[in-house]
């Protein structure tokens, strides 16, 4: 068995959020029970994480926040196949994530304490 190849919830297994330098990993049980609430709304469409924990060295390589929510494994960064990233984001919004950010392609997802949104 590879480490941390285990279900920590219905659909998600702990490998989907580790750092992929150094297989370390750090995640929220929120984090968690909010992406199960989203899946459930999206109708059960399965969620890629593109971007869980980050150690501080996998950080600076993707240019990363200094003090970046994925560090501290309160942050995930997501995709749903043909879902369009706002249309996703608006969903994140009704589970109560604060940190919501829309990307080409994806949109990141944190539990900071006040709500944030921005789009590149």
């Not at 995640?27 to 969620?47: C, D, F, T, Y």
């Not at 593109?50 to 309160?74: A, F, P």
Request: glycine share 8%; hydrophobic share 35%.
């Amino acid at each position: 068995m590879e480490i941390n190849n285990f279900q920590i919830s219905r659909n998600f297994n702990l490998k989907e959020f580790e750092c992929p330098c150094c297989n370390r990993v750090k995640i929220s049980s929120r984090m968690v029970a909010m992406l199960e609430k989203l899946r459930n709304m999206i109708g059960s469409r399965p969620i890629i994480i593109t971007s869980g924990y980050r150690c501080k060295d996998q950080n600076s390589i993707v240019g990363g926040e200094k003090n970046s929510y994925h560090k501290y494994g309160l942050a995930c960064d997501i995709k749903v196949e043909e879902m369009n990233p706002e249309d996703l984001a608006k969903y994140s919004k009704g589970i109560g994530f604060k940190g919501i950010g829309i990307y080409q392609t994806f949109i990141h997802l944190d539990l900071r304490n006040e709500i944030y949104f921005w789009k590149k």
